[in-house]
């Protein structure tokens, strides 16, 4: 009876004990992306052109180099416009300064002149 109680506690113990086996799961490690290349592309269509080849034939064009002839022009005429109003600046305040010389000099002429008349009236003797 003790072997059956035994056999039975026993039995109990392993019976009854937690079961703690992992549980694997396979998880599928595959990446998101494909393995070819979806990359577009400028040559997909007959008529296609990269961005290279489209800016250079711009640029070529006679509208783009009429332009930038426009542009020089502009510029050019923008520069002597300056150049031309520099000048005339130059030449008013050369003037300006040439008008200021000669009031100063008529007003010292015209001191000078009264001053030669005012010590020519006291040099003249009085008799009395």
């Not at 052109?49 to 783009?64: E, F, H, L, P, T």
Request: proline share 3%.
């Amino acid at each position: 009876m003790k072997d059956l109680l035994f056999f039975t506690l026993f039995l109990l113990l392993f019976s009854c004990g937690k079961n703690n086996t992992e549980k694997v799961i396979s998880t599928n490690q595959e990446s998101a992306v494909p393995p070819y290349d979806t990359i577009a592309k400028d040559s997909f269509s007959a008529g296609a052109v990269s961005v290279d080849v489209a800016r250079r034939i711009k640029m070529s064009s006679q509208k783009y180099q009429d332009s930038l002839r426009e542009v020089k022009r502009k510029l050019e005429e923008e520069k002597l416009a300056n150049k031309l109003k520099e000048e005339k600046d130059k030449a008013d305040k050369k003037l300006e300064e040439e008008k200021k010389r000669a009031e100063e000099d008529a007003r010292l002429k015209r001191e000078k002149e009264k001053q030669k008349s005012d010590a020519g009236i006291s040099e003249t003797p009085t008799h009395p």
